[in-house]
């Protein structure tokens, strides 16, 4: 990780099953600026997944279009997802921030861990050192 920039880990709801435990995605369009993402399965199921992303360029809307170009839409994306099934509807956009890492003085940091939303409870695990550390340099 790059020092002195902040990270921040969040967990996303998704309405299919991903198949690779952990991977990074990079993107490189001709309408945009190459962009990078890390993403780790986190719990899998036949229609639906539980998985960390983090951002490695700060890219709008990239957590959102890399997971819809992937073929994963986020539950609740409107813009960027398919049209959605009644069951598979959200109140919300189903991308919650789990963990920001500010950098400190020498080798230290400012750990934040945010709280676990009621819509994403699906048993996963909810260890705050876990969800960010997991995908730590793999691009």
């Known amino acids: ?20 435990s952990s991977s990074s995605w990079r993107i490189d369009s001709r309408e945009g600026l190459p962009s990078v993402t890390r993403v780790r399965c986190l719990r899998g199921g036949v229609t639906r997944s539980l998985v960390a992303l983090q951002p490695v360029t700060g ?24 049209p959605f099934s009644p069951a598979q509807r959200a109140s919300r956009l189903l991308l919650h921030c789990r963990r920001v890492v500010l950098p400190g003085i020498g080798s230290y940091s400012v750990k934040f861990p945010g709280h676990w939303p009621k819509e994403l409870e699906t048993g996963a695990d909810r260890d705050p050192r876990t969800v960010g550390a997991s995908i730590r340099e793999r691009a």
């Open 1 to 20: 990780l790059r020092q002195g920039r902040k990270h921040r880990y969040r967990v996303a709801g998704l309405r299919s099953a991903i198949q690779a």
């Open 59 to 82: 890219r709008t809307h990239q957590l959102r279009v890399h997971m819809a170009w992937i073929g994963h839409p986020i539950v609740g994306d409107t813009i960027y997802g398919k």
